[in-house]
């Protein structure tokens, strides 16, 4: 059974910083896709970044050039550096696992509980 805890949410201004982490139980990290979905209150759950088993990463046109994924397999940990944070950056986020990696939620078999991220103007 595959868990996930989310970390690191809160508040920031716009233009600001947060770093989300996500504790993952053991061989999480190095066998499977593991991503961040975020949802926003009245919106579908989108897929923000997506790192595989090998470590390559995708990103959604909203994400690029502003927030970085990336892993540590040895402890079994997901990031999400996001900078230069938008209003619209404001959203529950999510690490999700998956045996392949796809921005479909629906590909994604666990979930994380989530984190809520706010960013203010």
């Known amino acids: 059974q595959v868990e996930l805890v989310e970390s690191g949410g809160g508040s920031a201004p716009a233009g600001g910083s947060l770093r989300l982490s996500c504790a993952a139980s053991?061989?999480?990290?190095?066998?499977?896709?593991m991503a961040w979905f975020r949802q926003a209150p009245g919106k579908e759950r989108e897929g923000v970044a997506i790192?595989?088993?090998?470590?390559?990463?995708s990103y959604s046109e909203s994400a690029k050039g502003r927030f970085t994924i990336s892993k540590d397999n040895a402890k079994n940990a997901l990031y999400l550096q996001m900078t230069s944070l938008k209003v619209e950056d404001t959203a529950m986020y999510f690490c999700a696992a998956s045996i392949r990696c796809g921005w479909d939620p629906a590909r994604y078999s666990y979930w994380g509980q989530g984190t809520q991220v706010t960013v203010s103007s």
């Open positions: 053991a061989y999480t990290a190095s066998g499977y896709c």
């Open positions: 790192i595989s088993s090998e470590g390559y990463g």
